[in-house]
């Protein structure tokens, strides 16, 4: 059993910060790319930010320069610092993680139950 568990979503005014934690718990051997993606209304749901295992990272080009992604490996964590938020950051967030749950085992992909975050104008 995995448990993906996110947090720190709200209501911000435009221009102001949240930063979102996401907790991953439960039998793991090892976690690989760590992700967050977002999905507003009538929208797919797009990537935001991912950092592999060694810390490397992507982020999508409306983000870039105002989100940070990090982990802490030792708390099989994930966070996302947004600041400059902007009405069109509005949208759930979820959590993805690609990890082995045995040694040896197959990479699967788990998914939070996502946090809101609306940006108000």
């Known amino acids: 059993q995995v448990q993906v568990v996110e947090s720190g979503g709200g209501l911000v005014q435009a221009g102001g910060s949240l930063r979102l934690s996401c907790v991953v718990s439960?039998?793991?051997?090892?976690?690989?790319?760590m992700g967050w993606y977002r999905q507003a209304p009538g929208k797919q749901r797009e990537l935001v930010a991912v950092?592999?295992?060694?810390?490397?990272?992507n982020y999508t080009d409306s983000v870039k320069g105002r989100f940070t992604i990090s982990r802490d490996n030792a708390k099989n964590t994930v966070y996302l610092q947004m600041n400059s938020l902007k009405p069109e950051d509005t949208a759930a967030y979820y959590c993805n993680v690609q990890l082995q749950r045995y040694y040896m085992g197959v990479r699967n992909d788990y998914w939070g139950q996502g946090t809101q975050v609306t940006v108000s104008s």
């Open positions: 439960g039998n793991i051997y090892r976690i690989h790319d």
């Open positions: 950092i592999s295992s060694d810390s490397n990272t």
